[in-house]
């Protein structure tokens, strides 16, 4: 009961830091005054590493799978593109 | 500092503001202690930026 307490704080978390990241994004890019743009820069970096924090340790404890592509679907993506480079 | 630009800081304000307050929150009732050092850190990290962002206006 307590780890599935934990686990739901910490989905919370991780949902409204993503939307943070968001905000902090269109931050940075709507911003043409150079000190509020490098600020905003500064807190998107920022807070796209909470967000690594909480997926990390969230993953670590397996309340996150995450699933691999499988190998002939990145042949076939590689292939889609080969000829530009 | 243009009228667009004062209302991403106020927003980013705001949501600092609430973002400290839930990991606050969050380090006091996760059960965790990794969990818990972590929220605190972040507690720490959304106040940091706040104070940033507030040194704009």
């Known amino acids: ?85 | 500092m243009s009228p667009k630009e004062l209302l991403y800081v106020e927003d980013a304000l705001n949501h600092e503001k609430h973002m400290k307050t839930c990991c606050t929150k969050s380090a006091d009732e996760l059960g965790d202690p990794a969990l818990k050092n972590i929220m605190t850190d972040m507690a720490r990290m959304h106040q940091n930026i706040f104070d940033k962002l507030y040194e704009l206006l």
């Open chain 1, 1 to 85: 009961m307590n780890e599935q307490n934990d686990r739901m704080t910490c989905e919370t978390l991780l949902i409204e830091t993503k939307g943070l990241c968001d905000l902090m994004m269109h931050g940075t890019i709507e911003s043409a005054t150079p000190d509020v743009r490098a600020a905003f820069s500064q807190a998107l970096q920022d807070t796209l590493s909470m967000q690594q924090k909480i997926y990390d340790s969230m993953a670590d404890k397996g309340w996150y799978p995450s699933a691999q592509a499988q190998s002939q679907q990145i042949s076939q993506t590689k292939q889609k593109f080969a000829n530009m480079q």
